[in-house]
């Protein structure tokens, strides 16, 4: 990471960095995805309960009764498939030490199934009044949490070891969920925002498994649109959040106080309109312990701050939007940090992927996917294989080192909105638009 101020440097003299544009010209490389792909069979196995459906069987149907039907890419090489979403599939996360997934989506669901079985076995269903737009399990794996685009949170207890899944909780505090995160280090506790700028964090008890609130604020004045824990190596003694919003602001909060940390509006970043809508937390082991965040807008502004008083480190806009272009093309979906090299990843709208050293805040490369990059992550382990879903209904496998493509998974013939990775980055699991999730052998 580059080499972050000390104590004394950080507020950096009170001025907000310059400004500054990313050109092709100060691009290491540029990479730009070919259709050539590996081509498969779709898989299909029996159910325990039910005959099991081709997906894609109505559309090869269609297509013979129709020779004009829009053709579908039917090339997959995905080892399994859970297919009883009958909407989009909004989101995907997994049990911490079970091979259990839960998926949520726009039918107002979310399932749980098996990871480890062909194909995947139905385990539970949560019944929500809207679409299911994020979740997690708890640290222990004892609490699963979901929350839908009512406002609706459900909390639900394991029991039998994580066989069955009984609700314990129901929480309903805004009109709409827009992001919920549950701490990673700490059993219990979650934090949610809202179309309306609040943000909340409560906690499980772990005796009774009600919810006691630890925080509610109303100072973002739009759309609350992401929220991050930092501190979290500190557990329950240190309980901070970070969240955004597009009306400018990023704030930090002490949770159990209620307090600010620090705030960053307009005046900080030298007046720059900067509707911010993504945030991705720096790991600690390559910030010489220092917090930071980085923070994306919609309209391509880009943000690293210093968490510990709100010191902008760097700013800049990553993207000139060409005459033909839509004004949210150049909107930062999703970042991403290597966990174990000074690299961090931002995908835009437009399909543009920028891979940053962060030494020198240089792009090293810059990756071009057919449509809007959805998600980006790196792997655990490695640390340099970058991961990024496309709502081209693909998958691909970048070598961050050196640029080259490693994979690609496909299967899906509508975007993938979300992933997730399990058994040490060697699976991959999607959330699908067309309302499939498919689970792919990583090489």
Same mark, same amino acid.
């Given at each position: 990471?580059?080499?972050?101020?000390?104590?004394?440097?950080?507020?950096?003299?009170?001025?907000?960095?310059?400004?500054?544009?990313?050109?092709?010209?100060?691009?290491?490389?540029?990479?730009?995805?070919?259709?050539?792909?590996?081509?498969?069979?779709?898989?299909?196995?029996?159910?325990?309960?039910?005959?099991?459906?081709?997906?894609?069987?109505?559309?090869?149907?269609?297509?013979?009764?129709?020779?004009?039907?829009?053709?579908?890419?039917?090339?997959?090489?995905?080892?399994?498939?859970?297919?009883?979403?009958?909407?989009?599939?909004?989101?995907?996360?997994?049990?911490?030490?079970?091979?259990?997934?839960?998926?949520?989506?726009?039918?107002?669901?979310?399932?749980?199934?098996?990871?480890?079985?062909?194909?995947?076995?139905?385990?539970?269903?949560?019944?929500?009044?809207?679409?299911?737009? +994020?979740?997690?399990?708890?640290?222990?794996?004892?609490?699963?949490?979901?929350?839908?685009?009512? +406002?609706?949170?459900?909390?639900?207890?394991?029991?039998?070891?994580?066989?069955?899944?009984?609700?314990?909780?129901?929480?309903?505090?805004?009109?709409?969920?827009?992001?919920?995160?549950?701490?990673?280090?700490?059993?219990?506790?979650?934090?949610?925002?809202?179309?309306?700028?609040?943000?909340?964090?409560?906690?499980?008890?772990?005796?009774?498994?009600?919810?006691?609130?630890?925080?509610?604020?109303?100072?973002?004045?739009?759309?609350?649109?992401?929220?991050?824990?930092?501190?979290?190596?500190?557990?329950?003694?240190?309980?901070?959040?970070?969240?955004?919003?597009?009306?400018?602001?990023?704030?930090?909060?002490?949770?159990?106080?209620?307090?600010?940390?620090?705030?960053?509006?307009?005046?900080?970043?030298?007046?720059?309109?900067?509707?911010?809508?993504?945030?991705?937390?720096?790991?600690?082991?390559?910030?010489?312990?220092?917090?930071?965040?980085?923070?994306?807008?919609?309209?391509?502004?880009?943000?690293?701050?210093?968490?510990?008083? +709100?010191?902008?480190?760097?700013?800049?806009?990553?993207?000139?939007?060409?005459?033909?272009?839509?004004?949210?093309?150049?909107?930062?979906?999703?970042?991403?940090?290597?966990?174990?090299?000074?690299?961090?990843?931002? +995908?835009?709208?437009?399909?543009?992927?920028?891979?940053?050293?962060?030494?020198?805040?240089?792009?090293?490369?810059?990756?071009?996917?057919?449509?809007?990059?959805?998600?980006?992550?790196?792997?655990?382990?490695?640390?340099?294989?970058?991961?990024?879903?496309?709502?081209?209904?693909?998958?691909?496998?970048?070598?961050?080192?050196?640029?080259?493509?490693?994979?690609?998974?496909?299967?899906?013939?509508?975007?993938?909105?979300?992933?997730?990775?399990?058994?040490?980055?060697?699976?991959?699991?999607?959330?699908?638009?067309?309302?499939?999730?498919?689970?792919?052998?990583?090489?």
């Amino acid at each position: 990471m580059s080499e972050y101020p000390t104590e004394d440097q950080q507020h950096m003299s009170g001025e907000a960095p310059e400004e500054e544009f990313i050109t092709n010209q100060e691009v290491d490389q540029e990479v730009i995805d070919d259709e050539n792909y590996q081509d498969g069979d779709f898989p299909v196995d029996e159910d325990d309960e039910e005959e099991p459906q081709d997906i894609q069987r109505d559309d090869e149907n269609d297509m013979e009764q129709d020779e004009d039907t829009l053709e579908i890419d039917m090339s997959n090489n995905s080892m399994a498939y859970f297919d009883k979403h009958t909407d989009s599939v909004f989101t995907v996360f997994t049990h911490p030490t079970l091979p259990l997934v839960c998926s949520g989506g726009g039918d107002n669901a979310a399932y749980l199934w098996t990871s480890h079985s062909q194909p995947p076995k139905f385990a539970g269903s949560v019944s929500h009044t809207e679409s299911v737009i +994020g979740g997690g399990f708890t640290p222990d794996g004892q609490y699963l949490v979901t929350a839908d685009m009512n +406002g609706q949170i459900l909390v639900h207890k394991a029991t039998n070891g994580g066989a069955k899944w009984k609700e314990c909780a129901k929480l309903q505090e805004v009109e709409e969920v827009v992001w919920i995160k549950i701490h990673p280090t700490v059993s219990g506790v979650f934090a949610f925002g809202s179309t309306d700028g609040s943000v909340w964090c409560y906690q499980v008890d772990s005796k009774t498994g009600q919810l006691e609130q630890i925080m509610s604020q109303f100072v973002h004045q739009a759309d609350c649109t992401m929220g991050e824990f930092i501190n979290v190596e500190e557990g329950d003694s240190n309980l901070s959040l970070v969240t955004c919003s597009v009306d400018c602001t990023i704030i930090g909060w002490s949770c159990y106080t209620s307090q600010q940390i620090f705030k960053v509006t307009k005046a900080e970043i030298k007046g720059i309109e900067a509707p911010w809508v993504s945030l991705s937390k720096a790991p600690i082991s390559m910030t010489k312990n220092t917090q930071v965040i980085a923070c994306g807008a919609n309209n391509g502004v880009l943000s690293i701050i210093n968490c510990t008083n +709100g010191a902008v480190l760097q700013l800049s806009t990553v993207i000139e939007l060409k005459e033909d272009q839509d004004d949210l093309d150049g909107s930062i979906e999703s970042i991403a940090w290597s966990p174990k090299l000074s690299l961090m990843a931002i +995908g835009l709208v437009c399909g543009e992927i920028l891979l940053y050293d962060t030494l020198t805040w240089r792009v090293r490369h810059k990756f071009v996917l057919p449509d809007s990059v959805t998600k980006l992550q790196f792997d655990e382990s490695t640390g340099f294989t970058l991961i990024a879903a496309c709502i081209d209904g693909k998958v691909y496998l970048f070598d961050a080192r050196t640029g080259s493509e490693l994979h690609k998974c496909v299967g899906h013939n509508m975007g993938v909105l979300d992933f997730a990775l399990i058994e040490n980055d060697k699976k991959l699991i999607t959330a699908g638009d067309e309302g499939v999730s498919l689970i792919f052998q990583l090489p």
